[in-house]
DNA sequence: TTAATTTGTTAGTCATAGCTAACTTTTTTA
DNA sequence: TAAAAAAGTTAGCTATGACTAACAAATTAA
């Protein structure tokens, strides 16, 4: 067990970088992560991000052969954990307590992930009762930082009849936020799949007896589990 | 009015000195303040605050002329009392809502003092109902940014026989909140001087039953006003 | 009032973390 | 399999905000 103790001596632009190659290794489950795919994803140039993983690797958080795909260690892993609780945990405190709303919360928890004090996250967890969901429906990692992912499927991979339920949705774009709360969508919704259209992939679905048509990119950003 | 739209475009640095300035300015009320004395308060060498003057001189939130004092502008002190409000916030959630202690507080305040959200803090504020005072007693700028200092005289400047009631300690130093508090003091406690002594200015203190000798150096930091 | 001390300023260096432009390696596809 | 495209790397530049060393101005003291 290297335990070498994780002085919390990381930079934003490190955490940053750890936290995203965690995404997208671990939630969008990639097969290869690259060092573009990590620029991108980060909105920064693959040259500045080749040199962080230059950095991440020296401190040993990341580790990748030269022009070969991107990994994080056990430590860097823990370290992504870590980020992801505290952002979980103040999304939540900002939804529950300072009546933020969805779409609202996500630039101020990236500010409030940077935060470094753990008895500040774990007060908070206990303050809250340790809360097992974010606002978006993903699951919070708990103080000894197990981390789990969610059981779910996208709304778009269902077919006609099919009736599921919401249990999360993706966090990364305000205006699909906004545009999920606008038509009365949330959390635990029941929604029944009324028609898959072959032309567009558009889908025709009903929820609280309303009858809505949303894009397949919609759906692709709607996470559900099967009911029926 | 010169009310150019402050977009919070300012670096957590600039936020320092602003911060630092102002308190050098309005709360140790000083006549004058100047560039060395403003490196010291903020360890950091007279060449970086020569520089980080000359770039909030520019952006107008610093009055100087060549070898001369500091001083802030309307722009700069709003700035300034816009943290302190953050910092006392945050200071006051600390310590009622997540069992953070006096001396804990002030380190993990200085960090969630850069978080820009303007609802974030607000709403903070609603939900603590509007505290008055910060858990050192230092009183708390409203939302308006009005900004006011609390009546004080520190407990070294009381003659003998003087009875006084603590209304705030300096929060500067872990080391000497924790001792106040060791010792029994807290806000609100009544202190009567017993005597002054001539030799080193050494003060005999009483208070709930307790009498305790403390140097002046101690009673420097400890505000009060007066009862008898 | 001159000399010593303190205070303020400038020049030049360093680390972090971004960028573009040019190049190399790997992968894809024609 | 050879050419094109994509992915990854390197070199060299930028800004921020620290630093030291050297110097100039202002203040204090002899």
Redesign the interface.
Known sequence: MTNKLNLNNLTKSEEDYLKALFQLLVEDNATKVGNNQLAEYLKVSPASTNNMIKKLKAKEYVISEKYGKLDLTEEGRSIAVRLIRKHRLWETF?CK????TWD?VH??AE??EH???R??ID??DR?MDYPKNDPHGELIPNANGEYSVLPKITLSSLLDGDVCELVAVNDGSVSFLKYVSEIGLALSSEIRVLEVREFDKSIRIQFNDVIETVTRKFADNVFVKKVV
């Open positions: 900002l307590y300072l009546n933020f609202e630039d101020v500010q409030l935060i470094k004090s008895k500040l007060e908070l303050f």
